[in-house]
């Protein structure tokens, strides 16, 4: 366990992290709360992670060694509680709630969801802006939440599903005479997590400056609603609704997934050949004779007639494999994109050598740095059994700087 | 939240998740100036042409375009010629006075430009120099070609997406590109601290595979404990009542997800189907997994004739998580966004002002992060940016005389590239694509 992709970008200033000596406590609030504060552990800051007793739902989410649930042997929690401190505290109860209000205290951020202020003793006013810079003038509380602190949907209740679906992701998303899709992960939690680690670095960033933010309120809803760019282009400008359609955009064909002989291909022509297409495509599919065919040459006629397209492309790719495939298309100056899973995720050899991934429990790896920093590696650590730092942080809050030892 | 109005940045960006990136900082008051260059013949437009509003070629069609609009508004655009020696000079006094330089071509294009970052780095050690790009600097596949639609496919997702016992799909939204921007938007920040306490600058590699692998983390870890690979499944779960149902209208559907017992309970109450409480088959939650079939056909009876936002109102207001399935236009009308000033009125050219999204939809004390103003006319900011390197008017003059600089004043794109940016929506209405064309739609007036 240490930084991923260390050398990758060179230079690398030993053990320097871009948050070095900065303390952020997260209220355990779901998935998004647990990957933003690890975004900031990576970056460097000590993150003090507060769960309930019985450990949070992340612990609990597995996947386990052999479905036998650990609270601290979940695949999800070891992922995404890396580098973190635990301390099992009842916020409902004042005195556990005056021990977190101490930690807090001493730290540059807090991240959690609002609405836990719903249920926490008073000392923590989540859920009152006001009340929160009062309370804890020096801690910018990072809010991240289903649809935000404001707004007639605040008090909803809501996961990925919804969410795409009211971000205008879903509709587009899947088979035209069927349900629209959304997709396979929580990706609403995923990008309001990341929302809110570039909100939380700018509130840090900009208290350097002198500009001191008290709370910042991130939106799951709007952190994925952000991304609706070909709906709302083309709805804004010509007034036209999109409607899913094998979940491809509106021009340009194929740019959907295949089956070929030993898996998919993700047929989106792309590289030097793909300017002439006809010609390079017609190669590739060994039916040069199709080269003229305005099928192959007009690119919106081939949109429309999309099936007779395939009519020629899926029996040739079924007589491939993805290897012969890209090979062939390489040869003639065209990528098209791979569709590994997770098993060829983790044999892949360009990861492998960019020293992609971070070794975590029982040799099992897990995702490495989402972005290389040449002066300050990201880093990880081991996540923490429930409560492992319990003891020491509980006296350190005792004592007058709170650190209770931090490493 | 003009909290980096400090901040010099140079974009040497196109398509998506590089804008991304810059944009937000924009929005968070850095001076971003976008190098652009002339349209080459039959060449790459970029987003400055892609799907013009009403289909409209005629006259500045680049500088009436919303996808270049969202992707840049509040930047500003020096058009700056990059082939030629002196247009590479002015851009790379350009980035000595700047504090962050963002790119996301091909690994190796501006480095053959002349701005190659390990150089750049040593030479202005204070620069922030962020590369993004489908897979990173190095390794194997540095120099595979990528663009959002390869990138979604090369995560691994469309992997665990689609209908049951079908293929791997991918989403109708190419979301990578602003998902792993955001990333590299983070590394920006955290770069920025880092500079901020030391004076140290430094590299940053984004690769758009990388950053997105973590959101399969739960996926990585059953193969590797169990051997296990996520089956797709449509929109369900296990353990949970999860679905897309239809509801009265035209292709209307409302979003259900029911996680635990007392979402579960209050869906059965607030729908009138309190007997399905004492059901045996909807005992428990592996019971329900086990006739998600029969359930979904009973739920869509009860749905099917009803308004999707009533249906969501009415779960909402119980605790049963629900949501209607929104279309485009719906999305620009939805009242939480509205209320959260999602949205900024911008001009897009003399076409009219339109609603759009804000890329940093964080509210720090409730003040929001809007964006400082439309997208930028093509070299709008040349001679100001010019200037501002301290060149003379001569000087500048001199410059576009030799078109090392230009304005865009009398550009002339290639006829057959702007007849191929329009879109065919009729016959896509009639294929399926598109579900309506409101011809009345028009835009607020400027």
């Given at each position: 366990?240490?930084?991923?992709n260390?050398?990758?970008?060179?230079?690398?200033?030993?053990?320097?992290?871009?948050?070095?000596?900065?303390?952020?406590?997260?209220?355990?609030?779901?998935?998004?709360?647990?990957?933003?504060?690890?975004?900031?552990?990576?970056?460097?800051?000590?993150?003090?992670?507060?769960?309930?007793?019985?450990?949070?739902?992340?612990?609990?989410?597995?996947?386990?060694?052999?479905?036998?649930?650990?609270?601290?042997?979940?695949?999800?929690?070891?992922?995404?509680?890396?580098?973190?401190?635990?301390?099992?505290?009842?916020?409902?109860?004042?005195?556990?709630?005056?021990?977190?209000?101490?930690?807090?205290?001493?730290?540059?951020?807090?991240?959690?969801?609002?609405?836990?202020?719903?249920?926490?003793?008073?000392?923590?006013?989540?859920?009152?802006?006001?009340?929160?810079?009062?309370?804890?003038?020096?801690?910018?509380?990072?809010?991240?939440?289903?649809?935000?602190?404001?707004?007639?949907?605040?008090?909803?209740?809501?996961?990925?599903?919804?969410?795409?679906?009211?971000?205008?992701?879903?509709?587009?998303?899947?088979?035209?005479?069927?349900?629209?899709?959304?997709?396979?992960?929580?990706?609403?939690?995923?990008?309001?997590?990341?929302?809110?680690?570039?909100?939380?670095?700018?509130?840090?960033?900009?208290?350097?400056?002198?500009?001191?933010?008290?709370?910042?309120?991130?939106?799951?809803?709007?952190?994925?609603?952000?991304?609706?760019?070909?709906?709302?282009?083309?709805?804004?400008?010509?007034?036209?609704?999109?409607?899913?359609?094998?979940?491809?955009?509106?021009?340009?064909?194929?740019?959907?997934?295949?089956?070929?002989?030993?898996?998919?291909?993700?047929?989106?022509?792309?590289?030097?050949?793909?300017?002439?297409?006809?010609?390079?495509?017609?190669?590739?599919?060994?039916?040069?004779?199709?080269?003229?065919?305005?099928?192959?040459?007009?690119?919106?006629?081939?949109?429309?007639?999309?099936?007779?397209?395939?009519?020629?492309?899926?029996?040739?790719?079924?007589?491939?494999?993805?290897?012969?495939?890209?090979?062939?298309?390489?040869?003639?100056?065209?990528?098209?994109?791979?569709?590994?899973?997770?098993?060829?995720?983790?044999?892949?050899?360009?990861?492998?050598?960019?020293?992609?991934?971070?070794?975590?429990?029982?040799?099992?790896?897990?995702?490495?740095a989402g972005a290389i920093l040449?002066?300050?590696?990201q880093?990880?650590?081991?996540?923490?059994?429930?409560?492992?730092?319990?003891?020491?942080?509980?006296?350190?809050?005792?004592?007058?700087?709170?650190?209770?030892?931090?490493? | 939240?003009?909290?980096?109005?400090?901040?010099?940045?140079?974009?040497?960006?196109?398509?998506?998740?590089?804008?991304?990136?810059?944009?937000?900082?924009?929005?968070?008051?850095?001076?971003?100036?976008?190098?652009?260059?002339?349209?080459?013949?039959?060449?790459?437009?970029?987003?400055?042409?892609?799907?013009?509003?009403?289909?409209?070629?005629?006259?500045?069609?680049?500088?009436?375009?919303?996808?270049?609009?969202?992707?840049?508004?509040?930047?500003?655009?020096?058009?700056?010629?990059?082939?030629?020696?002196?247009?590479?000079?002015?851009?790379?006094?350009?980035?000595?006075?700047?504090?962050?330089?963002?790119?996301?071509?091909?690994?190796?294009?501006?480095?053959?430009?002349?701005?190659?970052?390990?150089?750049?780095?040593?030479?202005?050690?204070?620069?922030?120099?962020l590369?993004?790009?489908?897979?990173?600097?190095?390794?194997?596949?540095?120099?595979?070609?990528?663009?959002?639609?390869?990138?979604?496919?090369?995560?691994?997702?469309?992997?665990?997406?689609?209908?049951?016992?079908?293929?791997?799909?991918?989403?109708?939204?190419?979301?990578?590109?602003?998902?792993?921007?955001?990333h590299g938007?983070a590394a920006l920040?955290a770069a920025?601290?880092?500079?901020?306490?030391?004076?140290?600058?430094?590299?940053i590699d984004v690769s758009?595979?990388e950053a997105?692998?973590?959101?399969?983390?739960?996926?990585?870890?059953?193969?590797?404990?169990?051997?296990?690979?996520?089956?797709?499944?449509?929109?369900?779960?296990?353990?949970?009542?999860?679905?897309?149902?239809?509801?009265?209208?035209?292709?209307?559907?409302?979003?259900?997800?029911?996680?635990?017992?007392?979402?579960?309970?209050?869906?059965?109450?607030?729908?009138?189907?309190?007997?399905?409480?004492?059901?045996?088959?909807?005992?428990?939650?592996?019971?329900?997994?086990?006739?998600?079939?029969?359930?979904?056909?009973?739920?869509?009876?009860?749905?099917?004739?009803?308004?999707?936002?009533?249906?969501?109102?009415?779960?909402?207001?119980?605790?049963?998580?629900?949501?209607?399935?929104?279309?485009?236009?719906?999305?620009?009308?939805?009242?939480?966004?509205?209320?959260?000033?999602?949205?900024?009125?911008?001009?897009?050219?003399?076409?009219?002002?339109?609603?759009?999204?804000?890329?940093?939809?964080?509210?720090?004390?409730?003040?929001?992060?809007?964006?400082?103003?439309?997208?930028?006319?093509?070299?709008?900011?040349?001679?100001?940016?010019?200037?501002?390197?301290?060149?003379?008017?001569?000087?500048?003059?001199?410059?576009?005389?030799?078109?090392?600089?230009?304005?865009?004043?009398?550009?002339?794109?290639?006829?057959?590239?702007?007849?191929?940016?329009?879109?065919?929506?009729?016959?896509?209405?009639?294929?399926?694509?598109?579900?309506?064309?409101?011809?009345?739609?028009?835009?607020?007036?400027?």
């Amino acid at each position: 366990m240490s930084a991923t992709n260390g050398d990758a970008a060179g230079g690398a200033s030993e053990g320097a992290t871009a948050l070095d000596g900065l303390r952020v406590v997260e209220i355990a609030a779901g998935r998004a709360v647990a990957y933003c504060a690890q975004l900031l552990a990576q970056y460097g800051a000590e993150v003090i992670r507060i769960e309930p007793p019985g450990g949070d739902a992340i612990r609990l989410a597995g996947p386990f060694n052999g479905d036998e649930p650990d609270p601290d042997g979940g695949g999800l929690h070891a992922a995404i509680n890396r580098g973190k401190r635990s301390v099992a505290l009842d916020l409902e109860r004042d005195e556990e709630a005056a021990l977190a209000a101490r930690l807090i205290e001493g730290a540059a951020l807090l991240v959690s969801d609002w609405r836990e202020g719903e249920r926490l003793a008073s000392e923590l006013p989540l859920g009152d802006p006001e009340r929160w810079g009062e309370r804890f003038p020096e801690t910018t509380f990072v809010s991240i939440s289903d649809f935000g602190m404001t707004g007639p949907y605040a008090s909803w209740r809501a996961d990925s599903h919804i969410i795409e679906g009211l971000a205008g992701f879903s509709y587009v998303s899947g088979d035209p005479d069927r349900e629209p899709l959304s997709a396979g992960i929580e990706l609403s939690d995923y990008f309001a997590a990341t929302h809110a680690a570039i909100a939380a670095l700018a509130a840090l960033a900009a208290a350097r400056r002198g500009l001191r933010t008290h709370v910042v309120d991130i939106s799951a809803h709007e952190a994925l609603s952000m991304t609706d760019d070909h709906n709302l282009v083309v709805w804004l400008g010509s007034g036209v609704v999109r409607k899913r359609y094998y979940s491809r955009i509106l021009p340009g064909y194929p740019n959907d997934i295949m089956a070929c002989k030993d898996g998919h291909i993700a047929f989106v022509p792309v590289g030097t050949g793909h300017h002439d297409f006809a010609g390079v495509v017609s190669t590739l599919l060994e039916r040069p004779d199709l080269k003229d065919s305005p099928i192959f040459t007009e690119t919106q006629t081939r949109n429309l007639r999309w099936r007779e397209f395939d009519a020629v492309a899926l029996p040739w790719l079924a007589r491939h494999t993805r290897e012969e495939i890209f090979r062939r298309a390489g040869e003639l100056g065209l990528g098209f994109g791979t569709v590994p899973d997770v098993e060829d995720l983790l044999g892949d050899s360009h990861l492998e050598e960019r020293d992609y991934w971070d070794e975590g429990p029982d040799g099992v790896r897990l995702t490495g740095a989402g972005a290389i920093l040449s002066a300050t590696p990201q880093r990880f650590g081991p996540a923490p059994a429930l409560d492992a730092d319990g003891e020491a942080l509980r006296a350190g809050a005792a004592t007058a700087d709170g650190t209770g030892g931090a490493a | 939240m003009r909290f980096f109005e400090d901040l010099k940045v140079v974009a040497l960006t196109q398509g998506w998740v590089g804008p991304l990136a810059t944009r937000i900082l924009s929005d968070l008051g850095a001076n971003m100036v976008r190098v652009e260059r002339a349209f080459t013949p039959g060449g790459n437009y970029g987003n400055r042409t892609l799907f013009p509003p009403r289909n409209d070629i005629a006259g500045e069609v680049w500088n009436r375009n919303i996808y270049f609009t969202v992707r840049n508004a509040g930047t500003r655009s020096a058009m700056i010629d990059l082939g030629q020696a002196e247009g590479r000079a002015l851009v790379r006094r350009l980035i000595s006075e700047a504090d962050v330089v963002v790119e996301n071509f091909m690994p190796g294009v501006v480095a053959r430009l002349g701005f190659d970052f390990q150089g750049l780095h040593e030479e202005f050690p204070q620069l922030i120099l962020l590369h993004l790009s489908g897979f990173g600097q190095t390794g194997p596949n540095a120099f595979r070609p990528a663009n959002g639609m390869t990138m979604e496919p090369a995560s691994g997702v469309p992997t665990v997406t689609g209908y049951r016992g079908e293929g791997p799909t991918k989403t109708g939204q190419t979301w990578v590109d602003p998902y792993s921007g955001l990333h590299g938007t983070a590394a920006l920040v955290a770069a920025l601290i880092h500079r901020d306490r030391t004076g140290e600058g430094q590299i940053i590699d984004v690769s758009m595979q990388e950053a997105t692998l973590p959101v399969l983390e739960s996926q990585f870890a059953d193969y590797q404990r169990n051997g296990r690979h996520q089956a797709r499944d449509g929109n369900r779960r296990p353990g949970m009542v999860r679905g897309a149902y239809p509801c009265a209208g035209d292709d209307d559907w409302v979003a259900i997800s029911l996680r635990d017992e007392a979402e579960w309970r209050a869906f059965c109450r607030a729908s009138g189907h309190e007997a399905w409480l004492d059901d045996p088959r909807f005992a428990d939650a592996a019971s329900r997994t086990e006739h998600h079939d029969a359930l979904d056909e009973s739920i869509a009876a009860w749905t099917r004739e009803r308004d999707k936002f009533e249906v969501a109102a009415l779960l909402q207001g119980a605790g049963a998580p629900a949501g209607p399935i929104l279309k485009a236009d719906e999305v620009i009308a939805d009242p939480q966004l509205a209320a959260r000033e999602f949205f900024d009125d911008l001009a897009i050219g003399d076409f009219g002002r339109v609603p759009i999204q804000r890329y940093l939809p964080a509210k720090f004390d409730g003040a929001a992060v809007p964006a400082k103003g439309p997208a930028p006319h093509l070299g709008a900011d040349t001679d100001a940016v010019l200037a501002e390197l301290g060149l003379s008017a001569v000087e500048i003059e001199d410059l576009h005389a030799r078109r090392i600089a230009d304005r865009a004043s009398g550009l002339q794109s290639d006829p057959i590239a702007r007849e191929g940016s329009q879109l065919p929506f009729e016959d896509y209405e009639e294929m399926g694509s598109v579900l309506r064309i409101d011809r009345d739609y028009a835009p607020k007036p400027l």
